[in-house]
């Protein structure tokens, strides 16, 4: 049997570390747990998560429709009830606005790899939507393509949504996200990043895999296991391009790009070599000198 009040009071723990961790101000975010086959537990809308109470909660069915509270259901169910319908093996939901992951999904810059091995391990490849207006069918369809490959998912120009066994778990998966986000900003700020080689990559990969941790990355054939490969195929849509982090190649692409090392700085990239640099600037000056004595 479940201890449904036990699990109000584990939500209004984790709402109250949102709000205090600065992932939901005033009424921002919700979070929802799964108590039977047909009944989800959710944060109505307008509160703020850090001073709810249990007898604050309602609870909806899986098509959102609310069967118990004294206070309106969030507006945005819907996309926690399209991931639960997704996932029979996910308990519980939580959707915050993270300020550093989240700014991520504002520039559409994709999530780097292969820089800590926490995150290797527990996140791995992080995917960034499309964007919808929040709440309603079309922003929960949002997360379907990738659902099925993650745990936790950057929701374009709006904030983070994880989910995992427990509200606790589920809200993990955010909080570890937004401290990588934060450590790649203040690194990318000192001027570059290092990343794992391809075999140190490779090995923390092995130790997932031992662990009976997923990663698409150990199933995919002739993945660039450091290049954000797994969900590059929707950047089109998604309008996804990184500008401020060029994560390391290990491996010719097939639209050409060039490889680069395994601990290369983003500037490093994209900067030619001296020698064609002196012989670019030397081309200039001779045309810029030609011209001053026609």
């Given at each position: 049997?479940?201890?449904?009040?036990?699990?109000?009071?584990?939500?209004?723990?984790?709402?109250?570390?949102?709000?205090?961790?600065?992932?939901?101000?005033?009424?921002?975010?919700?979070?929802?747990?799964?108590?039977?086959?047909?009944?989800?537990?959710?944060?109505?809308?307008?509160?703020?998560?850090?001073?709810?109470?249990?007898?604050?909660?309602?609870?909806?069915?899986?098509?959102?429709?609310?069967?118990?509270?004294?206070?309106?259901?969030?507006?945005?169910?819907?996309?926690?009830?399209?991931?639960?319908?997704?996932?029979?093996?996910?308990?519980?939901?939580?959707?915050?606005?993270?300020?550093?992951?989240?700014?991520?999904?504002?520039?559409?810059?994709?999530?780097?790899?292969?820089?800590?091995?926490?995150?290797?391990?527990?996140?791995?490849?992080?995917?960034?939507?499309?964007?919808?207006?929040?709440?309603?069918?079309?922003?929960?369809?949002?997360?379907?393509?990738?659902?099925?490959?993650?745990?936790?998912?950057?929701?374009?120009?709006?904030?983070?949504?994880?989910?995992?066994?427990?509200?606790?778990?589920?809200?993990?998966?955010?909080?570890?996200?937004?401290?990588?986000?934060?450590?790649?900003?203040?690194?990318?700020?000192?001027?570059?990043?290092?990343?794992?080689?391809?075999?140190e990559a490779?090995?923390?990969?092995?130790?997932?895999?031992?662990?009976?941790?997923?990663?698409?990355?150990?199933?995919m054939k002739?993945?660039?296991?450091?290049?954000?490969?797994?969900?590059?195929?929707?950047?089109?849509?998604?309008?996804?391009?990184?500008?401020?982090?060029?994560?390391?190649?290990?491996?010719?692409?097939?639209?050409?790009?060039?490889?680069t090392p395994?601990?290369?700085?983003?500037?490093?990239?994209?900067?030619?070599?001296?020698?064609?640099?002196?012989?670019?600037?030397?081309?200039?000056?001779?045309?810029?000198?030609?011209?001053?004595?026609?």
């Amino acid at each position: 049997m479940i201890n449904v009040h036990a699990i109000k009071q584990e939500i209004c723990e984790i709402g109250r570390r949102l709000y205090q961790k600065g992932f939901a101000a005033a009424n921002d975010g919700n979070i929802t747990y799964r108590i039977s086959d047909h009944e989800v537990i959710c944060t109505p809308t307008q509160i703020c998560k850090g001073f709810m109470k249990p007898d604050d909660l309602c609870t909806v069915d899986l098509e959102g429709n609310q069967l118990s509270g004294r206070r309106k259901r969030t507006s945005e169910v819907m996309l926690h009830l399209a991931i639960l319908k997704a996932r029979p093996d996910v308990k519980s939901v939580v959707h915050c606005h993270p300020p550093h992951a989240t700014a991520f999904g504002i520039a559409r810059e994709p999530v780097p790899q292969c820089v800590l091995p926490e995150v290797e391990i527990f996140l791995g490849d992080v995917p960034i939507t499309k964007y919808a207006i929040p709440g309603g069918e079309e922003f929960a369809n949002t997360v379907l393509p990738f659902v099925s490959k993650t745990n936790v998912i950057i929701l374009a120009n709006h904030g983070t949504v994880s989910y995992g066994e427990t509200v606790e778990r589920a809200y993990w998966w955010t909080e570890i996200l937004d401290a990588y986000c934060r450590m790649l900003m203040l690194a990318r700020g000192l001027g570059r990043i290092n990343y794992f080689t391809e075999p140190e990559a490779r090995a923390l990969l092995d130790l997932k895999g031992q662990w009976g941790l997923p990663d698409p990355r150990l199933e995919m054939k002739n993945c660039d296991i450091c290049a954000n490969d797994v969900f590059r195929n929707s950047w089109k849509d998604t309008g996804v391009r990184p500008e401020a982090f060029q994560p390391p190649s290990f491996c010719k692409r097939a639209e050409g790009a060039a490889t680069t090392p395994g601990n290369a700085s983003p500037s490093a990239n994209t900067l030619p070599a001296n020698a064609d640099l002196e012989a670019l600037i030397q081309t200039i000056t001779d045309r810029v000198m030609a011209a001053l004595d026609a």
